[in-house]
């Protein structure tokens, strides 16, 4: 069973930086992407970031407007999500997903979540 990690949520200023991460580990297989989603009190869970860990591509939602960055480690199993200029409306719990595809399956393990409080 693949598990997840999640840490690097905390209580930031508005306008503020923090950097997630998100650590893979079990048989997490070549061929999957690690995506971050949000959750705020009140909403639905949304999607954030996602980065492919063989290829390394990377899709974002619209309304980031270029604030946050996703990246991989090194050892492709960790991913980070670096969050700039946050605002008020960020403040939700992040969760990080795991998915991986074959013909006929999806796989789909997420993690606990962490909690991000974006506060003047």
């Known amino acids: 069973q693949v598990q997840l990690v999640e840490s690097g949520g905390g209580l930031v200023q508005i306008g503020g930086s923090l950097r997630l991460s998100c650590a893979a580990s079990?048989?997490?297989?070549?061929?999957?992407?690690l995506g971050w989603f949000r959750q705020a009190p009140g909403k639905e869970r949304e999607f954030v970031a996602q980065?492919?860990?063989?290829?390394?591509?990377?899709r974002y939602a619209y309304f980031l407007e270029g604030r946050f960055t996703i990246s991989r480690a090194n050892d492709k199993n960790t991913v980070f999500l670096q969050m700039n200029r946050l605002k008020s409306e960020d403040t939700a719990v992040y969760f990080c997903?795991?998915?991986?595809?074959?013909?006929?399956?999806?796989?789909?393990?997420w993690g606990q979540g962490t909690l991000v409080t974006v506060s003047s």
């Open positions: 997903r795991y998915e991986s595809q074959s013909p006929g399956i999806t796989v789909q393990i």
């Open positions: 079990g048989p997490t297989g070549s061929s999957y992407t």
């Open positions: 980065i492919g860990l063989d290829d390394g591509s990377t």
